[in-house]
């Protein structure tokens, strides 16, 4: 068997190739190859080839949406699948009704991430290590130039919104690399508790999210939305008491089970494609919105399973609340965040603007790669020698969480009241987490406390990670035993100083009158 350098499932790359090599390759060989005739003269010669792009389109511009559904792809192209009905229909008459097509992914049935890497950058995977994922590797050391870096110049907020834990693929420290202002994981949403039988937080979650992103800010928005309800892995033992659609057709009952809860899953997904899509439709900005699949599910897909004879694409669609015209074609996931620009007359960045001039011509790809390699590995000539990103000072969740005041209700028992608490937020007491329980954004319960004057006092969002850390935190405010109060440091010192002036008063004045008696 001839041995892969590129690995799109790094788990199947294991199986297929074996321990040994898979080690090896993966901790060895990761970044991107210097190219041969690297030096400034050829960066500058491919410069020079943007030279002739027109400049941005001046005038307001619209609220550009992504949505990447996990795992989302259309099981009618699997052969020996046999569906009840359709499980996406809203998708689908979105794909007939605007510009749509297949979308070309750099990983299948796990790697999320890289998708995600490809269509907020702009940077093909291809020329990485195997299996690599620049989140774990270059991205823990610099910045990256991206959509939300270079559509800062023309006024946009870019926020990222994702259904599940911060600390997943290391997000929250690698978003703030990307440019993104702001992150919206699960633990900064108000309620997460309809799941799928699996555990995960189902999409239609997100709607609200990504509207109250958009409404946070007066200018134009970049939101980059991540789903997770269609996640693997799938039950081999039916666990849908009822499902709306029935899956046949598969090598076994086992397998026929995990599609029917992963169709069924799918099925939701579309239909919260269509909750987005109508709310969208109703605002009175405008909005482009593009959809598409981050990989096919991990169901063991061959290409001969697959009626388009590929594993690494699933669909798109562009969907826009004002006119655009319908141009079908099939796209990588590194050049769409290009095309959107393109189309909407948006002429920044270097890599954006590289394929908006360059996109199948000739020596395209080996000088992506000398581009690439330039601006994460190399002097960075594109930039003059010098990276001009700073990570930015992210903020997670749209809206901070704030403390107010406690109420004792006896007992050691305390209401906390503030605003935007959700189920992981969690009152602190001198940097030791209580237990606390989630009534609305504006309460908190906390049974069997002891509070003390001088005690420092927040509210903590914890991460649903396995870590459990801290995520962020309310600023400190100190608890005041005389009236049960939280105020600041400062003012709590002042009170405690005007407390003890005024007793050293009294004790003054009572001496004055003993010694006049």
């Not at 594109?382 to 006896?410: C, D, H, W």
């Not at 035993?481 to 405690?496: C, H, I, P, T, V």
Request: proline share 4%; hydrophobic share 30%.
């Amino acid at each position: 068997r001839v041995l892969s350098n590129y690995f799109g499932n790094i788990a199947i790359a294991y199986e297929d190739y074996g321990y040994p090599y898979c080690l090896a390759t993966t901790i060895f060989n990761t970044g991107i190859s210097a190219p041969r005739d690297y030096s400034k003269s050829e960066i500058k010669r491919i410069e020079k080839s943007e030279e002739n792009l027109p400049e941005t389109k001046e005038g307001s511009h619209p609220n550009i949406l992504f949505l990447q559904l996990e795992s989302f792809f259309d099981p009618t192209l699997v052969n020996y699948l046999e569906l009840s009905e359709d499980p996406i229909p809203n998708f689908r008459k979105l794909m007939k009704e605007y510009s749509s097509g297949y979308y070309k992914v750099p990983s299948v049935g796990a790697g999320t991430a890289n998708t995600e890497f490809e269509s907020i950058t702009g940077m093909s995977l291809h020329y990485f290590g195997p299996g690599e994922y620049p989140y774990k590797s270059i991205l823990k050391e610099t910045t990256c130039e991206s959509a939300p870096y270079v559509l800062k110049n023309l006024g946009y907020t870019a926020h990222a919104v994702h259904n599940n834990e911060a600390n997943f693929y290391g997000r929250r420290t690698v978003f703030s690399r990307l440019g993104f202002d702001t992150f919206t994981s699960e633990e900064y949403m108000p309620d997460i508790s309809d799941t799928t039988p699996m555990g995960w937080v189902k999409d239609h979650i997100l709607t609200d999210e990504i509207f109250k992103a958009m409404e946070s800010t007066e200018g134009p928005d970049y939101v980059y939305t991540i789903s997770v309800q269609g996640h693997g892995d799938y039950p081999t033992e039916p666990v849908l008491s009822d499902p709306e659609i029935k899956v046949t057709g598969a090598e076994s009952e086992e397998k026929n089970n995990a599609w029917e809860y992963y169709v069924n899953q799918l099925h939701e997904m579309d239909q919260f494609v269509k909750e987005l899509t109508d709310r969208l439709s109703e605002l009175d900005e405008r909005v482009v919105l593009v959809m598409y699949g981050d990989h096919l599910p991990t169901m063991d897909l061959k290409v001969e399973d697959m009626k388009n004879r590929y594993l690494f694409q699933t669909k798109y669609v562009m969907w826009s609340n004002f006119d655009m015209k319908k141009k079908d074609k099939n796209i990588a996931a590194y050049q769409m965040a290009a095309e959107v620009f393109n189309r909407l007359g948006i002429h920044e960045g270097t890599v954006f603007n590289y394929h908006q001039t360059r996109k199948g011509s000739r020596n395209y790809q080996l000088d992506l790669q000398a581009l690439q390699y330039d601006i994460l590995y190399g002097k960075q000539y594109v930039y003059g020698g010098e990276n001009p990103f700073e990570a930015t000072k992210m903020q997670l969740g749209i809206y901070p969480a704030t403390l107010e005041r406690l109420e004792s209700i006896g007992n050691g028992s305390y209401y906390v009241y503030g605003t935007n608490f959700t189920a992981a937020s969690r009152l602190e007491i001198n940097k030791e987490l209580q237990e606390t329980q989630y009534i609305s954004p504006t309460q908190l319960l906390v049974q069997n406390v002891e509070l003390a004057d001088g005690d420092q006092v927040s509210v903590a969002t914890q991460s649903n990670s396995s870590t459990k850390k801290v995520l962020s935190r309310t600023d400190y405010l100190t608890y005041n035993e005389d009236n049960g109060e939280l105020m600041s440091q400062e003012n709590y010192q002042a009170k405690k100083s005007a407390k003890a002036m005024l007793e050293r008063l009294k004790e003054q004045h009572a001496e004055q009158t003993e010694d006049d008696g």
